[in-house]
């Protein structure tokens, strides 16, 4: 839209050349006098006065000054007096009075000729008053009749004022003229200034209208609500100041209109009140149309600032839902536990306060866009998709809410019923492993009653109608646990009811020969099992079963106990600053040297591995799992713990008579044994699991059960093998090699062997004991030299070179013999393994070292190689090939090697047959023995100690465990070495043989 003004012109041509001049086609319009300068020697006027057509007048006044004007200035003149009236009333035409009474006629010829060159506008008609006197009237009435034609206007030449009535009033002609229109040039001037300044405002503001309504039309309303806000703020400000400079435009203009009306002036001038009048009139109608262009673009502009806050409303919120609805997919844990459900209904109950929340904000963003839609000038369509959107969102959180409510609900009354489920197992356990009798299981059997349990099939089909998809597993875990502690339960009452209706059996003395080669595990086994069927066989089994877990669940819960205690009751002292002053210089911040890492074994232990056995006891499999899933973490707690054992003894060893501190920490605790005896518990441990599991699997069936108990005992083996070969490497003295270079440790084990050497004169048929260790590069003999009863200490002997030996599988003589020997039999080691078995594995992991030797080497040295050791790797020792000894078929020690027929700890070790060894710590065998403290035995090769009960030591193990034979018949087996002490009796060594 553009806003002009209508004005009669210009104030800059009033005091200087303006537009106006220069649409003159003079070449010289730079030169002359200004519009203000022509004015005051009125060569010509504009007096505002009309002919009787209401058509303009001008007046070329006879002031004998017309000839002076150049014709640029003529021209500028002319231009400004034409624009006076309205461009209605010149579009009409001028009427022109020329007079020239007192002037001559060549003056008017002159005048008429520079009119008809240049005039800028219509003449209707040119009147010439022409000159009084005689000559120059007798000229003109000649002349004008001659060029009277020539002019493109008419002219009328008048010899009196009084023609001119004619055609003008005398209202519209000056005095001069005859008239009655009282005019004041000095006054018009006056008055012309303050309307060309008048009319200047209205062209500035008019200008800066134009400006500003082009650049709104034009500007970027932009993409983001702030800038839309900050456009609007601007924008709205440019309009209140101009509106400000309308409002007084419009005060001046009325304040002009009253100055030109004022009665006081000489005369009133209607075209300058006219102008005014039409210039306030203009103002007025160029504020409405301003004002409905603002108000239709703020609309717009308001519109838009309305539209893109509602775009970042539903991308905000639309983000918002949207992270609610991943929440709330993610969120599909229903809980093991009634406790844990509980916390996830808070926590669901939490999530659904913030989620109803932001589903109230879109809501009313919902609310917003359909307000929005209302307005003609929205896109209803885009608006109507986003909150259709948002409806969509909101509703399927609101439906993912009420489903994980509803879901959350039933787990709850499911767990409610689990929980009763898992504390009937948990007593039926109890039951199982105590002495409970039948009157606890029949009171058992009734406790089940209370929460549905008839029957193991129907509690099975009650609690799957009520079960969830994803509780559907627990259902099924806790079905089986209450099947298998049902059927034990029954199978105990079972055997409760046969006992109480057939009378006790006498105990029958087992002569102690019969009871070393015949274990109680396999007694117990056999026992019951003859006079059965199958059906029966199988229910005993599991029965035992159940047994058997709980002994490793209640045995493990008293092992985090004891190891608790020991970390309260010593190292807990130890560190306290009151009990500094007290403690042994010796111990002064050498805790981590006396317990090593007796914490992380109990934190592990306690944390970890009994949580996971409580939750998985009722499941085989599970309990198998345990052990599976743990193997790294017992093999780096029990390797570091083992390693560590012969630093704290040393250590205690140092206080003899100073270790009062410790032992008033044992009569704190009510220990009857010393610290020593706890700090070997560790060692116990982790020497039963193998023994618990080996239980487990005899009393299994065949399929995953036995699979997975499988998999955990050769798990728990490995350990044991990876911790037992790191404590006797790290017990080797005097190696000049570095160990670290010699590869893996494959082997190690005690044998007898016989070297002979050519260089060496000497004939060297006694063997000596020597600990061989076997790793990827080399051979290391070691001489044992034990400090104690525990620990032994190997010093370095000699070693061979792998890529340097010969291997001779079979000696003539003993099955248990094998050669290794340097190239050409320089030096020769016969070495006598514990047993046929030993030396199978020993020889084929050699063999398996040898070839993969071979394998490494390529090209002409590896057929070097090849061809020499066809000559190392010999039968035996003499040319019988048939009697060749073959290797165990997996190609590993089978560890039952290592093992006696009484299922001894895998780390026993036989005594020296050296006469070089140092004397053993431990009591000879057939040494008398008391116990120092109760014992409970855990599994059936062990056996269980009374306080002050006598014993005979039958055989020493490793790791803290002895062979004893318990006076008054009580049996045999194995016992903590740390419970026995040695009993003074005259009774030689010489009589344990004759056991």
């Not at 108000?295 to 991308?315: A, E, G, I, P, Y």
């Not at 590069?777 to 070179?801: E, G, I, R, V």
């Not at 049996?971 to 009774?987: I, N, Q, V």
């Amino acid at each position: 839209m553009k806003i002009r003004f209508e004005v009669p012109n210009k104030l800059e041509i009033i005091f200087g050349r303006g537009k106006a001049e220069c649409d003159g086609c003079s070449s010289d319009n730079d030169e002359g006098r200004s519009v203000g300068e022509l004015l005051l020697p009125q060569y010509a006027l504009a007096t505002g006065g009309l002919a009787r057509d209401h058509r303009p007048l001008i007046t070329f006044p006879d002031n004998n000054n017309f000839h002076v004007l150049t014709a640029t200035e003529y021209r500028r003149l002319l231009l400004y007096l034409t624009s006076v009236p309205s461009l209605l009333e010149a579009e009409m035409g001028f009427h022109i009075i020329i007079d020239r009474r007192k002037d001559r006629w060549n003056s008017v010829k002159a005048t008429l000729l520079r009119i008809s060159e240049f005039f800028p506008g219509v003449i209707h008609a040119v009147y010439v008053l022409r000159p009084a006197s005689f000559l120059q009237k007798a000229l003109s009435e000649v002349s004008s009749k001659l060029f009277k034609e020539e002019f493109r206007f008419r002219v009328l030449v008048c010899s009196t004022v009084d023609e001119l009535y004619e055609h003008f009033d005398k209202s519209q002609l000056t005095p001069d003229l005859g008239g009655e229109l009282q005019y004041s040039h000095s006054e018009w001037i006056q008055q012309r200034i303050a309307l060309e300044k008048f009319s200047t405002l209205m062209k500035e503001i008019s200008t800066k209208l134009d400006e500003f309504m082009h650049e709104i039309v034009d500007c970027d309303m932009g993409n983001d609500p702030t800038q839309t806000k900050e456009l609007l703020d601007c924008q709205e400000s440019s309009y209140k100041a101009l509106k400000t400079e309308l409002a007084s435009a419009t005060s001046q203009g009325e304040e002009l209109l009253t100055q030109v009306r004022k009665p006081n002036l000489t005369y009133n001038i209607i075209s300058h009140v006219a102008a005014v009048e039409r210039l306030l009139v203009q103002l007025e109608e160029t504020e409405k149309q301003f004002d409905n262009f603002w108000k239709k673009h703020s609309m717009k502009l308001n519109h838009w600032l309305k539209f893109r806050t509602f775009l970042l409303n539903f991308k905000q919120m639309q983000a918002t839902l949207d992270t609610h609805l991943k929440t709330a997919c993610d969120m599909t844990e229903v809980g093991e536990t009634a406790n844990r459900v509980d916390g996830l209904l808070e926590e669901a109950s939490e999530f659904e306060k913030l989620c109803n929340c932001d589903l109230d904000a879109a809501s009313l963003v919902i609310d917003e866009g359909e307000k929005l839609m209302q307005d003609p000038l929205s896109s209803v369509d885009h608006i109507e998709s986003k909150c259709e959107e948002l409806r969509r969102t909101s509703a399927l959180l609101i439906d993912k809410i009420q489903k994980r409510n509803l879901l959350l609900t039933k787990a709850r009354e499911l767990m409610d019923r689990i929980d009763k489920a898992n504390e009937w197992c948990t007593t039926g356990v109890e039951i199982l492993a105590g002495e409970g009798g039948l009157i606890a299981v029949d009171k058992l059997l009734e406790d089940a009653k209370s929460f549905g349990l008839t029957s193991p099939d129907e509690f099975r089909d009650m609690l799957m109608q009520t079960a969830t998809q994803e509780t559907r597993a627990l259902v099924t875990q806790v079905s089986q646990r209450v099947e298998d502690v049902w059927l034990m339960v029954t199978v105990k009452r079972a055997t409760l009811q046969r006992a109480a209706a057939k009378p006790a059996r006498p105990v029958q003395s087992v002569p102690p020969q019969s009871a070393a080669l015949q274990p109680p595990v396999e007694q117990m086994e056999t026992s019951g099992g003859s006079e059965s069927s199958g059906g029966e066989d199988a229910e005993a089994r599991r029965s035992r079963r159940g047994h058997v877990l709980a002994e490793l669940l209640q045995t493990e819960r008293i092992y985090v106990q004891e190891l608790g205690s020991i970390l309260a009751g010593y190292k807990e002292e130890m560190e306290k600053p009151e009990n500094q002053h007290i403690l042994p210089a010796g111990l002064i911040g050498q805790a981590d040297v006396l317990f090593g890492n007796l914490h992380e074994l109990f934190t592990f232990h306690q944390e970890v591995f009994l949580k996971d056995l409580e939750k998985s006891i009722s499941a085989t499999e599970l309990v198998a799992l345990c052990f599976v899933e743990k193997k790294e973490t017992f093999y780096h707690l029990y390797s570091y713990y083992c390693q560590n054992i012969p630093r704290s003894e040393r250590l205690r060893e140092t206080l003899v008579d100073t270790h009062l501190f410790l032992q008033a920490c044992q009569q704190r605790l009510g220990h009857k044994l010393p610290l020593a005896a706890y700090l070997l518990k560790p060692v116990q441990r982790i020497t039963k699991y193998q023994l618990l599991i080996k239980d487990l699997l005899r009393y299994s069936e065949c399929g995953s059960m036995s699979a997975s108990l499988q998999q955990a005992l050769d798990c728990m083996l490995v350990v044991l093998k990876c911790v037992n070969d790191s404590m006797h490497q790290i017990a080797i003295t005097g190696v000049p090699v570095d160990l670290n270079q010699q590869g893996e440790l494959l082997l190690q084990g005690s044998f007898l062997v016989v070297s002979e050497n050519k260089r060496d004169l000497r004939l060297r048929l006694r063997p000596r004991r020597r600990h061989i260790f076997l790793y990827e590069k080399a051979m290391l003999f070691c001489k044992p030299a034990a400090k104690n009863s525990h620990n032994k200490t190997y010093h370095f002997k000699h070693d061979l070179q792998m890529s340097q030996i010969g291997l001779t599988e079979s000696v003539k003589g003993d099955p248990r013999k094998f050669e290794v020997w340097r190239q050409g039999r320089a030096e020769v080691h016969t070495i006598t393994a514990p047993s046929a078995d030993a030396k199978r594995a020993w020889v084929e992991r050699i063999k398996r070292v040898l070839l993969d030797q071979l394998h490494e080497l390529k090209g002409e040295r590896g057929r070097q190689y090849a061809a020499h050791h066809r000559t190392l790797i010999q039968t035996s020792s003499w040319d019988i090939g048939p009697q060749k000894e073959r290797a165990h078929p997996g190609g590993h020690p089978a560890r039952t090697a290592s093992c006696d027929a009484h299922d001894e700890p895998c780390w026993s070790t036989d005594p020296s047959d050296d006469d070089e060894e140092e004397p053993e710590h431990a009591p000879a065998v057939g040494s008398s023995l008391v116990a120092l403290s109760e014992y409970a035995a855990v599994g059936a090769s062990e056996v269980s100690l009374r306080e002050g009960q006598h014993a005979e030591l039958l055989k020493v193990g490793c790791a803290g465990w002895w062979y004893v034979r318990l006076a008054g018949g009580g049996g045999e087996g194995w016992a903590p070495a740390a419970y026995l002490d040695t009993r003074k009796t005259s009774r030689s060594s010489s009589r344990s043989h004759e056991h």
